[in-house]
Structures are given as structure tokens and as C-alpha cells.
């Protein structure tokens, strides 16, 4: 078994968003000292709340600041892009750090009407991600050398493939008929041996710290459903359910259900039980965190326990 950190350059209240993009590439430092086997970053554009827009670029400055874990995106988005853009990201990442790289490749399209019109989408987000399919089969094409048109930087061995998907039987066969690897997330993923199965995990000598590192995050994307804006992250300390609706409280209760937390006793039941639930040959640990000193000691305690589980 393998354990991975997704870091998606959360922000937090208070802080700059430039100093969100550091705080990743110092995460990454931190963990390749623990052994962490990938560090992978993601892609948002213009939501306040995280940071990360530009995967392919943060990667590399990722990679640049490491020497020896992998690194990479979870994902690129495909509708963002053309495709011979998204294979030239991954072709220049792979021949500036041959050997380390991973690519994982995702279907959202902009987070808004406004910001899939920025991004020359269609507004309905149904429409923007129509091709992705296509598209999909495009990148994997380039980067095989299988297209018309020559993908430049030449890459001899393209960097691995990714596809990220909650489970849906249709993305899966999409995944297997490209040969492609899968990145499972989602509140309920499905089994499907030997693929990385994502998750936000947190733990601390008690289970009330280890709650407090969750929460922001399950707080922010929750008010996201209701405000269309997820926001900058807030200590657990300053939030206050009073402030919630009925509904909300229930969402927060179910989002926490869905996340990994508590003592390393019990982080170290959950993460086997999640390990034995989807087949999984990876745990890809996701989630952030106000705290930045709290997010340290719990990727330390989590690379303890995890390797521990896997000896």
C-alpha cells in the first residue's frame, strides 16, 4: 500500500492567496521527508477559496523544491483546456522531471456561470463538459504519439494517467478502454482494484484536534451549495452553527461522516477499512487545513500510521 498527499492550495482567512501557493510547495518538502510517495496539486480558477489555477506550473515548482516523490496534478481539467494544451503541460513536466511524474485528469469544467464564460465554455456545465470524452481520448493520443500533429516537448515514455471519478460505471469504462489508472473520490467510492482512493483525513491525539482540522473545510464547502463561493478557510474555533441553517448542520454532520479523522487508533481502523472497501493499491489523502502547524503533525502522524498499516 501506498499513501499520496493532494494538496489543492487552499486558502485561508486572513492569509494571501500567494502565500497559499507556498504554503503547497513547503507541504511538499515536508512530505518527502515523512515518505510520502506522490504529492499531487489540482486546478480552480477564480474561487476565493483556493489558490491552485495553474497545476501544470505548480507541479513544477513542486518538483523543482524535491528530489525524489513523485509529483503531479489531480487533476488537470480537460474542459479547460484544448487537449494538445493539457498533453503539452504533461509533456514538458515529464522532460524537465523524467520518471516523477503523474497526471491526473478530471471533467469539471468552471466552477460558475461567470467563470466558464471566462473560460470560453458554454454556460451550462452540462454542455461544457459534452466533449470530454473526446477530448480525453485526444490528450492520451498526443501524448502516445497516435495524433496528427507532433506533441512538442517529444516525450519517449509519457508520464502515467490518471482518471479522476467518484465511480460512475461509464467514467470507468472510459478508463479502461484508454488504459488509463483511476483516482476514486467522493463520499461513497466504488471498488475498483488497484486504484488510489482519495479522502480527507486528519489526525491528532484527540479526536476533537483531529475534528478541528476537518471542519473549516467541510464548513466551506457546504456554504458553497448555498452561496455558489467557496471561501477562504476559517479556524474551527471561529465557527459558529448558529449561523447555519437546519439543512446546513445536516450537510456539515454527513460531510464530516465522509472524512477520516480522530486518534491514530482510529484513523488507523479507517484507513484499512477504506483500503479493504474499494481495492485500492493507493490512499490519496486530501483536505485542508487553517492550522498549517496542526496540518503538519497530522501528515506526520498519518505517515507513522500509514506506514505502520502497510508493514
Known sequence: MRYSLLDRANTVEGSTDAEAVRAVVDRAEHAEKLGYHRFLVAEHHAVPGIAGSAPGILAAAVAQATDTIRIGTAGIMVPDHAPIVVAEQAAVLESLFPGRVDIGLGSSPGFTPAVRRAL???EDAGEARADFAADL????????GQAPVTLRPAVGNPPPLFL?????PRTLETARQLGLGVILGGPRPAYVEGSLASCQIAVAESREEARALVLP???AQVLSRSTGRFMALRPAAALDEAELTAQQRQRI???LEATIYGTPDDVTAAVTALAE?????EILVT???PDPDGQARSDGLLAEILSAVDG
Open 120 to 122: 470560453r465554455q458554454p
Open 137 to 144: 481520448g485526444e490528450v492520451v493520443e498526443y501524448l502516445r
Open 164 to 168: 479522476l471519478t467518484g465511480g460512475s
Open 217 to 219: 473545510e467541510v464548513w
Open 253 to 255: 454532520a454527513r460531510g
Open 277 to 281: 472497501r474499494t481495492g485500492a493499491a
Open 287 to 289: 483536505g485542508g487545513s
